[in-house]
């Protein structure tokens, strides 16, 4: 007995020294910021608040940019991209400034520096955070030895509607997946310690709403209930803090007529307040002077008021702190209070960084830019990303003597590839599906057709016809480039550009396969190509090792893993359309469809028997949330609750038997749904919950189960209660969101 005791007080003592080490640590922490803060000047404490940028493509190092570095008037930098002006401006940062204080530099490496992953629509669709933090890590060590610290990344927009270019970094259109792909980025971006030298810290952005753009254009207005803020587009930032992620970005747009830049409610009362995030805030590229065409701020000086007072820390690029907040201060429109805030933070993150220690960037000779390692693993992340959608009569895997016919605009386009803000990679490393099969030695031709996805020039389509009559496949690589999605490249119609779709029906009439790759940005409507081809495969843009991945794929040394991390509309008009969507009190069904062509010509005027869809699409995707296929079939059977009544005391544990009906060994993505019938306020139909990959052999079969609590049930009601009533509730485990594999249980 005693020595259980002794045991005991031996852990609290423990876990009593611990805390207050950490505490100490803190309190140090804090000390040497109260101490500097001490010592700086006004001009510095407003220099620290300034984010200047440079271009990328600038060859000189500007005297005006050093002078202001060596007067502290600078906190961090973006953009500079020649090692020795880091080092440089470093030096002049640490050695002559007043109070000697580091810069950070940042940059946009958003999925990989030099080796590029899938773009990050992509990445979530492999759902699998070891591959989400794999990427990462290996982008931080590459930036890094650039002197680059600080990313802006990752981006955590929930996205619901595909017109939008900036779908293409998103993790998509799901809470959970989010949060899970959020946490797993920034424990890669930022390693073990933030004092690594290869750490770089996160910045979770855009906060907040930038999804939610009106009709999917870039920079639009927001309108989001305060529910939907709380229960769909914090939750994947409160995870990305959870995980230490240190910084954040105000988004562009406004929400409930607030632009985020401004919002004293977000920027204080729910990210320090609620979310208890100690790190510190960024502008947009100019958000706070955007303000002013916004018609929220009179001019640049009533903005900076505006950001400052809401709790917005360091401004990007534009100058209104620089310029005016001396001024508001003798006006007393700010207090030096606040001021000091606004810069206890960014000090609190350089210190954090280790910067005053170790200010300068990685020097260390074994860094290796696309080592094997960094392309192995960005290869891998492009094959867990890519979505097989459609594979008629087993197409896929080829047969390695299989004459095939490579055609198609991004087939051998090795820029295009690596997908929106990709400004480092270098397409001389890049892999192209064409590069790949020259490689393989495989049996193939290739004709472009096509110059490039906007192309709509036909002189070559005859040439094409005549190859792909010689051939025993037809493998159309297409999609959209680079350029068309990301940053301010909306579209309105989401099909295949240019005369891709012509000659696709073209080739169908051969009546040879027809297989496509779809390299793109965003989920493409297929409507008028879809029953031409065989084979669809979503390879997203898929990086600096998508022609190896696309290799591997079609001749079944792999098979393609990817799941849907967002629904797939079947046209544009039907956006923004997510799979956890909410009832309607006329909610839409197979058995009360009424289609376009069935009204009868002079009908009466009459709602009955319509629910909620279009009648000329109806209300289903072309692929659901969740979707996607393998190299074999499985069977799900035997759904089963440990118990059908849930309490707080006494989780669920549901199970279910997997089985391989194919002949090839495979891996499942094993998807968890949950229902809360009704609720205090209305309820999505379904959402998700939970995730299990599993790997089985032909014909084995496997039991998988999850652990349901009463916290996976919890929401924000509309007064922002966090809790769940007790009643009904549905569950399904499936394949995919549209799995009808259900059973039910009550909270009691
Ligand atoms: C984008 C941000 C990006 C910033 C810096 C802005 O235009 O919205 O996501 O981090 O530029 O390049």
């Known amino acids: 007995m005693r020595t259980i005791y002794a045991f005991l007080l031996g852990i609290i003592m423990v876990f009593a020294i611990g805390c207050e080490k950490e505490k100490k640590v803190s309190n140090q922490l804090e000390y040497n910021i109260e101490e500097l803060l001490s010592k700086m000047t006004l001009e510095e404490k407003i220099g620290q608040l300034n984010l200047r940028g440079t271009s990328s493509r600038a060859k000189t190092l500007s005297e005006e940019l050093k002078q202001k570095v060596r007067e502290g008037k600078v906190g961090a930098l973006l953009n500079v991209m020649n090692k020795e002006y880091v080092d440089e401006l470093q030096r002049i940062a640490v050695e002559e400034s007043p109070n000697k204080i580091p810069l950070i530099f ?28 794999n990427s990462s890590r290996v982008a931080a060590i590459e930036a890094s030895s650039f002197g680059i610290r600080w990313t802006f990344a990752p981006m955590l927009d929930i996205a619901k509607d595909a017109r939008w270019g900036r779908i293409a970094e998103s993790p998509g259109e799901d809470p959970y997946l989010a949060s899970q792909l959020a946490r797993a980025y920034v424990e890669g971006f930022q390693g073990d310690s933030l004092s690594d030298p290869t750490s770089l810290i996160a910045c979770a952005k855009h906060f907040i709403g930038y999804g939610a753009a009106i009709g999917g254009r870039d920079y639009n207005t927001a309108i989001i209930s305060k529910e939907q803020l709380h229960n769909t587009y914090l939750p994947p930032f409160e995870s990305a803090f959870k995980a230490g992620a240190q910084t954040v970005m105000t988004s562009f747009n406004e929400v409930n007529g607030i632009p985020a830049s401004g919002d004293k409610e977000l920027l204080t009362n729910i990210l320090r307040k609620r979310l208890k995030f ?19 701020a009179e001019d640049e000086k009533q903005a900076a008021e505006k950001a400052i007072d809401a709790g917005l820390n360091m401004e990007m690029t534009s100058k209104s702190y620089e310029d005016n907040a001396k001024e508001l201060l003798k006006e007393n429109k700010l207090s030096i209070n606040q001021i000091d805030n606004m810069v206890r933070d960014i000090l609190r993150v350089k210190f954090r960084m280790g910067l005053f220690k170790t200010p300068y960037r990685n020097k260390n000779k074994d860094v290796e830019i696309y080592s094997s390692k960094h392309l192995e693993l960005a290869k891998e992340a492009a094959i867990k990303s890519s979505v097989l959608l459609k594979n008629e009569n087993n197409v896929l895997p080829l047969n390695k003597k299989t004459k095939v016919l490579i055609v198609g605009p991004l087939a051998n386009k090795p820029r295009e590839q690596l997908g929106t803000w990709t400004f480092d990679g270098d397409k001389e490393h890049t892999v192209t599906p064409v590069a790949s099969f020259e490689k393989n030695n495989a049996n193939f031709e290739f004709i472009e057709g096509l110059t490039y996805s906007r192309d709509t020039n036909k002189k070559y389509f005859k040439e094409v016809l005549t190859k792909a009559s010689n051939a025993d496949v037809v493998l159309f690589i297409g999609g959209e480039e680079a350029i068309l999605s990301g940053e301010a490249h909306s579209r309105a119609n989401i099909n295949l550009p240019g005369a891709q779709e012509e000659l696709i029906k073209e080739l169908a009439k051969i009546k040879k396969p027809v297989i496509l790759i779809i390299m793109a940005g965003r989920p493409i409507t297929l409507q008028n190509i879809k029953s031409k081809v065989d084979v669809i495969l979503m390879t997203w843009h898929p990086g600096t090792m998508g022609g190896d991945a696309i290799y591997d794929i079609l001749f079944g040394i792999k098979e393609p893993k990817g799941r849907l991390p967002i629904t797939w509309p079947k046209v544009a008009g039907q956006l923004p359309l997510y799979y956890n969507h909410k009832n309607t009190g ?20 009459s709602s009955l028997g319509n629910t909620s869809h279009y009648l000329d699409v109806g209300y289903e995707p072309e692929y659901p949330f969740g979707f996607g296929l393998g190299y074999t079939s499985f069977e799900y059977s035997n759904l089963k609750l440990s118990t059908t009544s849930l309490t707080d005391d006494n989780n669920i544990i549901a199970s279910i038997d997997i089985t391989n009906t194919g002949e090839r060994a495979g891996e499942e993505l094993v998807q968890l749904y949950i229902q809360d019938v009704a609720g205090n306020i209305t ?5 998700l919950k939970g995730y299990k990959r599993i790997s089985l052999k032909s014909k084995e079969k496997q039991k998988v189960t999850f652990e349901i609590t009463v916290d996976d049930l919890k929401y924000y009601n509309n007064e922002l209660k966090y809790g769940v009533e007790k009643g009904k509730f549905n569950i399904w485990i499936g394949a995919n969101s549209a799995s009808k594999v259900k059973e039910k249980f009550v909270y009691e």
């Open 106 to 133: 940042s940059r946009d490496v958003i999925h990989g520096f030099k080796t590029i992953f899938p773009i990050p629509l992509g990445m979530a669709a492999s759902w699998d955070e070891e591959v989400a933090k």
């Open 586 to 605: 006329r909610p839409a069904s197979s058995k009360e469809y009424v289609h376009i062509d069935s009204i009868p010509i002079g009908a009466w005027q």
């Open 683 to 687: 309820r999505p139909v379904k959402e």
């Open 278 to 296: 100690d790190g510190f805030v960024v502008s947009d590229w100019n958000s706070v002077t955007e303000m002013v065409a916004h018609g929220y």
